[in-house]
């Protein structure tokens, strides 16, 4: 009877020790396992519950929510609970109040795992030479702004460097089958006059379309007066950086992106809805 008294005992410290030490693992800071993006956890959860739906899945912003991966990094944990707990006035920010503390925190602590808080990774190539191909031969510039310069039909990058990976960057780069999303539609229009216009499509009704055109200027048309209306289903972005660029090139493109994305935080308000 005392061996079998002394193996259950023993056996009750070894669960014992094993419960505290799986306690001790959820208490890690934001960047511990079960809030990463990579592996999910109760912070994803409750982020794609109540979050994503404005914010994206990735953060990353749309029609109905700003960009909270690139444009919260200035603010400390204690102003996003303020955020999420009493929403912004005059806003399209709501508050959570059903929400409890620790979900709160998780929800920040997984926010934080995205915007890759804490982690240098560094620049595979020469951002000068990136910096040539971009406003240059790669004619990256014709759709996209970065820090101020560029084009207006695809998403501006300036902050998007700081909050990726160099491996996530050139993928997104070299990809080959892409979905323009959500107003990032490309059309042509025959304006009453017979004049062809080229261009993202911003804003639509059943009545109504705004184009944006290469020049930055916008362009309202009723519908019923146009002669021709088309749409392209494929995305602006070539599909072959993967054969123009060679290896040294991409890597410098990645790290000029990756260097303004960095410097853009720097300079990020603090308040991003205002």
């Given amino acids: 009877m005392n061996r079998i008294s002394n193996s259950l005992t023993r056996s009750l410290f070894g669960a014992t020790l094993l419960v505290v030490a799986l306690f001790a693992t959820c208490r890690l800071p934001a960047q511990d396992w ?37 444009n919260l990094t200035n603010l400390n944990d204690a102003k996003l609970r303020n955020i999420v707990a009493k929403g912004i006035t005059g806003t399209a920010m709501p508050a959570f109040p059903e929400l409890n503390p620790q979900q709160v925190r998780s929800i920040i602590a997984y926010l934080r795992a995205m915007q890759g808080v804490g982690a240098a990774e560094k620049l595979p190539g020469d951002p000068a030479r990136g910096k040539t191909l971009f406003f240059g031969t790669a004619g990256c510039f014709r759709c996209h702004t970065l820090s101020g ?21 050139r993928e997104a780069i070299t990809k080959r089958d892409r979905v323009p999303g959500a107003g990032y539609r490309f059309g042509t229009i025959t304006t009453p006059q017979g004049e062809r216009l080229e261009g993202m499509i911003r804003n639509e009704d059943n009545f109504s379309i705004q184009l944006l055109t290469k020049d930055g200027a916008f362009h309202f048309f009723q519908k019923a007066d ?8 494929r995305s602006l972005m070539p599909s072959d950086y993967g054969k123009r660029l060679s290896p040294t090139e991409l890597n410098d493109l990645v790290s000029f992106i990756m260097q303004s994305g960095s410097n853009a935080r720097k300079t990020t308000p603090e308040n991003p809805w205002e």
């Fill in 34 to 70: 079960w809030n990463s993006p990579k592996t999910g956890g109760p912070g994803q959860r409750i982020f794609e519950a109540n979050c994503a739906g404005c914010h994206g899945l990735d953060g990353r912003g749309g029609d109905k929510g700003v960009d909270i991966v690139g």
């Fill in 149 to 169: 310069e560029g084009g207006f039909l695809g998403p501006d990058l300036s902050s998007y460097g700081g909050n990726s990976s160099a491996g996530g960057i």
């Fill in 226 to 233: 146009l002669q021709k209306l088309e749409r392209l289903d």
